[in-house]
């Protein structure tokens, strides 16, 4: 396995890749599925415990794995969006020398990295991301995984401090807007979330209210044996 580290040209924002090497039985074409990992730590520090140890559990499982470094507070909204959206770009314009499927990438986020994760997800076709000079077709994620995800922003059932560490002083004027159940639309890809109702840090309403938005807009559930 190589380890890279590639800057994502935004500050300190930058993508850890481990890359396996094709078996010398695979085919000179061999491809494999990607997952980018997303790091939760409420947009003011990234959580160690949610970054390579979870790709080391993807990689064995036979992906090829990536860990995004995005961008904290006091960078603010739309920082992390495109920090995903370059991952993806990259990831995808190097994927035959990286072994990647092209249409079997991944995102994986675990709490404040699951509002990262989720907002590409439902904004990868946004003009915010094709202004900043990338394809919105390089950026979509081909599937999204959400662990305890950060998603409403309403008060009084949201992990506040990430919101306050994305949005700075325009939180309440912008928080509607990062309510993500509110931005899923027919175009979000396949998604699996799971959470537990005794969770202390992030309430579970959050996971409650979007997967009641993906089942309205009739998101598909994703399905493991489907994607590796």
Same mark, same amino acid.
């Given at each position: 396995?190589? /380890? ?40 003011? %520090? ?13 990689? $064995? $499982? ?36 990286? %072994?990647?499927?092209?249409?079997? /990438?991944?995102?994986?986020?675990? *709490?404040?990295?699951? %509002?990262?994760? $989720? ?25 999204? /995984? ?15 401090? *990430? ?15 990062? *309510? ?49």
């Amino acid at each position: 396995m190589q /380890i890279m580290e590639y800057s994502l040209g935004t500050g300190m924002a930058h993508l850890t890749a481990y890359i396996q090497e094709p078996m010398p039985a695979d085919p000179e074409d061999y491809r494999m599925p990607a997952v980018v990992v997303f790091p939760g730590g409420g947009y003011e %520090h990234l959580a160690p415990k949610e970054g390579e140890p979870i790709a080391m559990e993807f990689a $064995a $499982a036979g992906y090829q794995t990536f860990v995004l470094y995005s961008s904290l507070a006091p960078e603010r909204f739309p920082a992390p969006l495109l920090d995903g959206a370059r991952a993806l770009s990259w990831i995808r314009t190097n994927a035959e020398q990286w %072994h990647v499927d092209p249409d079997k /990438i991944a995102v994986c986020g675990f *709490s404040a990295g699951g %509002h990262a994760a $989720a907002l590409l997800g439902c904004l990868w076709n946004d003009p915010v991301i094709a202004a900043a000079g990338i394809s919105n077709e390089k950026a979509r994620p081909d599937a999204v /995984i959400l662990g305890y995800p950060v998603i409403t922003s309403e008060k009084g059932k949201c992990h506040e401090g *990430s919101f306050e560490s994305l949005l700075g002083e325009a939180v309440e004027e912008k928080r509607g807007a990062m *309510s993500l159940e509110t931005r899923v639309n027919a175009q979000n890809p396949p998604t699996f979330l799971w959470h537990t109702a005794a969770d202390q840090a992030v309430p579970v309403v959050s996971s409650l209210r979007m997967a009641a938005a993906l089942a309205e807009h009739k998101i598909s559930q994703l399905r493991y044996e489907d994607y590796l």
